[in-house]
């Protein structure tokens, strides 16, 4: 048998360059010609076995993440042009080629918002087709992806130029996601949150997916929006319960790394819950900035900080993981009874004990955090949340993060880190019956 190994011989390097319109390889000694560079190379190595290229193609993606107000207003461009540049649109608008869009609408939301939605396309001249759907976690699924594709495939896109555009919760915008990824082997889309929670969250990342074989997002992949558009005004009409459940997740950001998130979070979140965050307002922040535009900013931006540099996760050291491990399994198993923040927060609240009983957070500030958490009327212990249920989560955990827990933990208010070794069962047992004591009267939510 031949030993000799290809990564012991010479390599070289190639550059590709682009030559009236023919790609050709050059090496940095020897450059031929010159032309368009590209930022791929091929890595040429020879053997006694033979040859073996090495191919280096980065793959970069631009979205752009967009505040507004009043989107679905006819006058504003936003919801049509808002994903490309002033150059683009030059040359889009000098086409004459009718102008089509794609919509796909949470049934919910299109009750609420679906004939603004109409009028919107209308009164443009759009052609379009829009598509309502029961986008709820119970329905989240390969059927549901399918069902749009096949809508998509008879209604006809342009690939490059037409994105899909999706409206509603995080669950509507994961399965149009995923949808557009795989429609062409990539079509643009557009996300458009209705929810606090997508707001500030499923909106601003890369990830799709559907719920496979009883688990939480099994399936998906990594492929951003064209852009995303927010417009608070859309929480108007959402239940109170939502508001809650979003802010469960601006909580998991000022608790992993922003002490000025939760003194406001602490300080006027349940001004913030009772007028569902209305006086947020657009751009960037000012001396008389409002709680409520303040809170949404910070989170949205310690967000896009700790995705952008890791948006396929190739890092599984993330802080955004934290009360992401023993949720998945709880939402699953108690659905619909419990909300994704909902179940997210009950997470937190555990992880919150486990950290306490680590030395990691002292008494007060531990109690701060359920105090926080109380006042913004979320769920902070569960029944069925179990401490057989805890093992079984990190014993997964464990098993798909290469060998190493990475367990995010609050070490003060405002910030974490990230723990690599399995929690010692006396810990973990004295963290949830100490937890179960002090927060089981608090009840279900």
Request: overall charge negative; hydrophobic content about 35%; proline content about 4%.
């Amino acid at each position: 048998m031949n030993t000799n190994r290809s990564c012991c011989s010479p390599q070289t390097k190639y550059n590709l360059v682009q030559v009236k319109g023919t790609w050709i390889r050059q090496t940095e000694q020897c450059q031929v010609q010159e032309g368009k560079l590209s930022d791929a190379t091929v890595c040429e190595t020879k053997s006694e076995d033979g040859v073996t290229w090495t191919v280096v193609s980065p793959v970069v993606f631009t979205y752009r993440v967009v505040q507004c107000k009043n989107l679905l207003d006819p006058r504003n461009d936003t919801l049509l042009w808002g994903h490309i540049g002033d150059e683009e649109l030059k040359g889009t608008l000098s086409n004459s080629k009718p102008v089509k869009r794609f919509v796909v609408i949470d049934e919910t939301v299109h009750e609420l918002y679906g004939s603004q939605v109409f009028q919107y396309f209308e009164a443009r001249g759009v052609v379009h087709r829009i598509l309502p759907l029961p986008t709820t976690e119970e329905n989240k699924c390969m059927e549901l992806v399918t069902k749009i594709l096949e809508d998509v495939h008879v209604f006809g896109l342009d690939r490059r130029s037409e994105p899909i555009i999706a409206i509603g919760g995080g669950v509507c915008l994961d399965v149009v996601g995923l949808a557009a990824s795989l429609y062409r082997r990539r079509t643009p889309y557009i996300r458009v949150p209705t929810t606090l929670l997508s707001y500030v969250d499923a909106s601003v990342g890369a990830k799709t997916g559907v719920n496979f074989a009883g688990g939480k997002n099994k399936l998906g992949s990594y492929v951003p929006p064209v852009a995303t558009f927010l417009d608070c005004s859309f929480f108007h009409t959402l239940p109170k319960r939502q508001i809650s459940n979003g802010l469960a997740e601006m909580l998991k950001m000022a608790l992993m790394k922003h002490r000025g998130l939760f003194q406001l979070l602490e300080a006027d979140g349940r001004k913030l819950l009772n007028t569902k965050l209305q006086c947020c307002a657009t751009g960037r922040s000012s001396e008389q900035e409002d709680s409520a535009s303040a809170s949404i900013r910070i989170a949205i931006e310690t967000m896009l900080e700790e995705l952008a540099p890791n948006l396929w996760e190739d890092d599984l050291d993330r802080l955004v993981d934290f009360g992401h491990l023993i949720s998945p399994e709880l939402e699953m198993r108690v659905l619909p009874a419990l909300l994704h923040g909902e179940a997210v927060n009950i997470d937190m609240s555990f992880m919150t004990y486990v950290a306490h009983q680590k030395g990691l957070l002292r008494t007060d500030e531990k109690d701060r955090i359920i105090q926080c958490m109380l006042g913004l009327e979320l769920p902070v212990w569960h029944q069925d949340c179990t401490l057989v249920l805890v093992q079984k989560s990190l014993k997964e955990r464990l098993k798909h993060s290469a060998g190493s827990l990475r367990m995010p933990l609050p070490t003060g208010l405002g910030k974490a880190e990230i723990f690599h070794d399995m929690i010692e069962d006396n810990v973990l047992c004295q963290a949830y019956q100490k937890w179960t004591d002090e927060l089981s009267s608090s009840g279900n939510k």
